[in-house]
């Protein structure tokens, strides 16, 4: 593959998938590479001149005001890799470890953190080599940006630490010599541009992004297949109601289920016994609608995320030859934190919705006798759907806690200076599982509308066609999970739905059958 530029301000959530999923190999442009070394050379002058600068010439955080002899500048920006490599837990997986790594040299090829070229090339080799460090998940408040892990990240720079090569967790000084790496020796402002800054937060963000816009266009193809299961109509997609309520997603929602359904028998026309449905298959496109706005905020702080400056201070250079350094706060995390927390309650509720469709399909009376109980014509004897219902209301229950916002909380840090933070790494790490326990979910529902779309098929007799996007759906689950017909161990079935809904086979699925189809935007 050929390299990808980092040049600080084109980076895409794409071309961070590339990287981090599928290891394309990162270079820095020219200009950047030009940008980078003038920044260096501004901060080696500060130094020459005797000038205090943040960072540089001073401590960190409350020692902001003791300063550092010359002599002693390179052991302090060695010591704040050391100092504050505090982070616990389990390390961050391998694709999340690249997406920080990558989001990292990006902020830094922008031309304003003081780095050098050849200490920000070695972070491009470890990643053109996949020596990936050892990242514990927890330990950062979101400001001063993403100190404990990112300083994890950069030990390994310095051949201190543990990473992983070739799937073998190792001394860091091993793995740089295995893979024919050396470590560097940290000049002034290094060590603080390395770990100052929003990356974790940043990758954590872009990651859940993709997995969100994936899990939401899932959700609705799999409501949709409800809608068919439960003898539903859509009437209440028509597009003359939501005209009239214009938020765009909801619009294009309603437009999306219409396009899936298109050409069902298995949806009811007009009747006057039964003119409306249940608001979880008749507010689909609200709900939904509500929800793919949170994922499309997300994205689009993310894109802007991508390619800002998050370290502090800051180096500015003048056509004149002035240098300024200035202090400010592009590493407090509020940004992505609250978008983060947005989208996390969102797709709570997202699995909020799910859960009460899996609990229509298998309750006889809810559904009003159109399926069978519990989903199996031998009640009694057999339990069927009834018990994977459970553990949907048991995820939907856990994201219930989960959802509650990380950013309504600070806790005042380094001697009250750092007195408000963000808390965006938590907000990162709880959105996660969150998506975790709603693909699962949606992946119940899609396994329970599934084995309802049979028993109507089975009871209308004749042969009935499904919607052109439902019937792909469809048609993928039975290829690997077979209708149930008598109790069998249910829980390879569960992940099985949950893959098809996680790694976007289902949306692939119906994009291809369905080329007309609406889908979400970003």
Same mark, same amino acid.
Request: glycine share 8%.
């Given at each position: 593959?050929?390299p990808?530029e980092?040049?600080?301000? =084109?980076l895409?959530?794409d071309?961070?998938?590339?990287?981090?999923q599928?290891?394309?190999?990162v270079?820095?442009?020219?200009e950047?590479?030009?940008?980078?070394?003038?920044?260096?050379?501004?901060?080696e002058?500060l #130094?020459?001149r005797?000038?205090i600068?943040?960072?540089?010439?001073? &401590?960190? &955080?409350?020692?902001?005001?003791?300063?550092?002899p010359r002599?002693?500048?390179?052991?302090?920006q060695?010591?704040?890799?050391?100092s504050?490599a505090v982070g616990?837990?389990?390390?961050?997986?391998?694709?999340?470890?690249?997406?920080?790594?990558?989001v990292?040299?990006?902020t830094?090829?922008?031309?304003h953190?003081?780095i050098r070229?050849e200490t920000?090339?070695?972070l491009?080799?470890?990643l053109?080599?996949?020596? #990936?460090?050892?990242?514990?998940?927890?330990?950062?408040l979101?400001? =001063?940006?993403?100190?404990?892990?990112?300083a994890?990240?950069?030990?390994?720079?310095?051949?201190?630490?543990?990473?992983? /090569?070739?799937d073998?967790?190792?001394? =860091?000084?091993?793995? #740089?010599?295995k893979?024919?790496?050396?470590?560097?020796?940290l000049?002034?402002?290094?060590?603080?541009?390395?770990?100052n800054?929003?990356?974790?937060m940043?990758?954590?963000?872009a990651?859940a992004?993709?997995?969100?816009?994936?899990?939401g266009q899932?959700?609705d193809?799999?409501a949709?297949?409800t809608?068919?299961?439960?003898?539903?109509?859509?009437?209440? /997609?028509?597009?003359?109601i939501?005209?009239?309520?214009?938020h765009?997603?909801?619009?294009?929602c309603a437009?999306?289920?219409r396009?899936? #359904?298109?050409? !069902?028998e298995?949806?009811?026309?007009?009747?006057s016994?039964?003119?409306?449905?249940? *608001?979880?298959?008749r507010?689909?496109?609200q709900?939904?609608?509500?929800?793919?706005?949170?994922?499309?905020?997300?994205?689009?702080v993310?894109?802007?995320?991508l390619?800002?400056?998050?370290?502090?201070?800051?180096?500015?250079?003048g056509?004149?030859?002035a240098?300024?350094?200035? =202090?400010g706060?592009?590493?407090?995390?509020?940004?992505?934190a609250?978008?983060?927390?947005?989208?996390?309650f969102?797709?709570?509720d997202? &699995?909020?919705?799910?859960?009460?469709?899996v609990?229509?399909?298998?309750?006889e009376? !809810?559904?009003?006798?159109t399926?069978?109980?519990?989903?199996t014509?031998?009640?009694?004897?057999?339990s069927?759907?009834?018990?994977?219902? *459970?553990?949907?209301?048991?995820?939907?229950?856990e994201?219930?806690?989960?959802a509650?916002?990380?950013?309504?909380?600070?806790?005042?840090?380094?001697a009250?200076?750092?007195?408000?933070v963000?808390m965006g790494c938590?907000?990162?790490?709880?959105?996660?599982?969150?998506?975790?326990?709603?693909?699962?979910?949606?992946?119940?529902?899609?396994?329970?509308?599934?084995?309802?779309?049979?028993?109507?098929?089975?009871r209308?007799?004749?042969?009935k066609?499904?919607?052109i996007g439902?019937?792909?759906a *469809?048609?993928?689950?039975?290829?690997?999970?077979? /209708?149930?017909?008598?109790d069998?161990?249910?829980?390879?079935?569960?992940e099985?739905g949950?893959?098809?809904v996680?790694d976007?086979?289902?949306?692939r699925?119906?994009d291809?059958?369905?080329?007309?189809?609406?889908?979400?935007?970003?």
């Amino acid at each position: 593959m050929n390299p990808i530029e980092l040049d600080g301000a =084109s980076l895409t959530v794409d071309q961070l998938l590339a990287v981090a999923q599928d290891g394309a190999p990162v270079a820095l442009s020219a200009e950047a590479r030009a940008k980078v070394a003038r920044a260096a050379e501004a901060v080696e002058t500060l #130094l020459a001149r005797g000038e205090i600068a943040y960072g540089i010439t001073t &401590g960190f &955080g409350a020692f902001k005001d003791r300063l550092i002899p010359r002599e002693q500048v390179r052991e302090l920006q060695r010591n704040i890799l050391i100092s504050h490599a505090v982070g616990v837990g389990e390390p961050f997986d391998a694709v999340m470890t690249r997406a920080i790594m990558l989001v990292r040299a990006n902020t830094l090829a922008r031309g304003h953190s003081g780095i050098r070229v050849e200490t920000l090339q070695l972070l491009l080799d470890l990643l053109n080599k996949n020596v #990936l460090p050892v990242i514990p998940r927890k330990g950062s408040l979101g400001a =001063s940006g993403d100190l404990a892990p990112l300083a994890h990240m950069a030990l390994v720079l310095i051949g201190e630490g543990e990473a992983v /090569f070739e799937d073998v967790r190792m001394g =860091s000084a091993d793995a #740089l010599a295995k893979a024919g790496l050396g470590p560097v020796s940290l000049a002034a402002k290094e060590g603080l541009a390395l770990t100052n800054g929003t990356a974790v937060m940043c990758a954590l963000a872009a990651l859940a992004s993709v997995r969100a816009h994936r899990l939401g266009q899932s959700a609705d193809i799999v409501a949709a297949l409800t809608v068919e299961a439960l003898n539903g109509t859509t009437v209440a /997609f028509d597009e003359r109601i939501h005209r009239l309520r214009p938020h765009p997603q909801q619009i294009n929602c309603a437009a999306y289920l219409r396009s899936l #359904l298109a050409g !069902s028998e298995l949806v009811r026309g007009h009747d006057s016994t039964n003119v409306q449905d249940a *608001y979880t298959l008749r507010c689909i496109p609200q709900v939904h609608g509500a929800i793919r706005d949170a994922i499309a905020y997300l994205r689009w702080v993310t894109d802007i995320e991508l390619n800002s400056v998050t370290d502090n201070p800051l180096i500015f250079l003048g056509d004149d030859g002035a240098i300024e350094v200035l =202090s400010g706060g592009n590493f407090h995390g509020e940004p992505l934190a609250v978008a983060m927390d947005y989208l996390g309650f969102a797709l709570a509720d997202l &699995g909020n919705i799910s859960e009460r469709r899996v609990m229509r399909l298998t309750d006889e009376a !809810s559904n009003t006798r159109t399926l069978p109980a519990f989903l199996t014509e031998q009640g009694g004897l057999n339990s069927g759907f009834m018990i994977t219902q *459970y553990t949907a209301a048991a995820l939907a229950t856990e994201n219930k806690i989960l959802a509650h916002p990380a950013s309504a909380d600070t806790i005042p840090t380094s001697a009250n200076v750092e007195d408000h933070v963000s808390m965006g790494c938590t907000s990162g790490l709880k959105l996660h599982q969150i998506l975790d326990n709603v693909e699962q979910i949606v992946g119940i529902e899609y396994l329970a509308a599934a084995q309802g779309v049979d028993f109507r098929l089975k009871r209308m007799g004749a042969a009935k066609h499904q919607g052109i996007g439902t019937a792909a759906a *469809y048609a993928l689950i039975r290829q690997s999970v077979p /209708f149930i017909e008598r109790d069998t161990l249910m829980y390879p079935h569960l992940e099985t739905g949950r893959r098809l809904v996680a790694d976007g086979a289902l949306t692939r699925a119906v994009d291809a059958a369905c080329e007309d189809c609406w889908s979400m935007t970003p």
